[in-house]
Nanobody, 116 residues
Framework: EVQVVESGGGMVQAGGSLRLSCAVSGLTIWYLTWAWYRQTPGKERTLVARLRWMDNDAFYIDSVKGRFTITKDNAKNTIYLQMNSLKPEDTATYFC?????????WGQGTQVTVTS
């Protein structure tokens, strides 16, 4: 059984930083493309960043470029999202999953709240 557990969220002031972690068990991540997504109430979950397994090439949506960094530790089977210079519009629940996502791999997410 695959389990995905996100952690590291919290409440920070604008300009602050957080580091999210996504621990995956039951599946080896090194040969898969994984991504971070976020969702706010009443809106669809959207892609934030992804890390391509074959060459570690990273993709970011325009609004987080230069502020967020996605990495992974294959030995720990964990994906990270370093978030710097946070803005109130980054407030959301953050999830990790493959890209494209597998419906069976959605975890509970971790809440990020950025206050102005």
């Amino acid at each position: 059984e695959v389990q995905v557990v996100e952690s590291g969220g919290g409440m920070v002031q604008a300009g602050g930083s957080l580091r999210l972690s996504c621990a995956v068990s039951g599946l080896t991540i090194w040969y898969l493309t994984w991504a971070w997504y976020r969702q706010t109430p009443g809106k669809e979950r959207t892609l934030v960043a992804r890390l391509r397994w074959m060459d570690n090439d990273a993709f970011y949506i325009d609004s987080v470029k230069g502020r967020f960094t996605i990495t992974k530790d294959n030995a720990k089977n964990t994906i990270y999202l370093q978030m710097n210079s946070l803005k109130p519009e980054d407030t959301a629940t953050y999830f990790c999953n493959e890209d494209p996502p597998d419906d069976e791999y959605w975890g509970q997410g971790t809440q990020v709240t950025v206050t102005s």
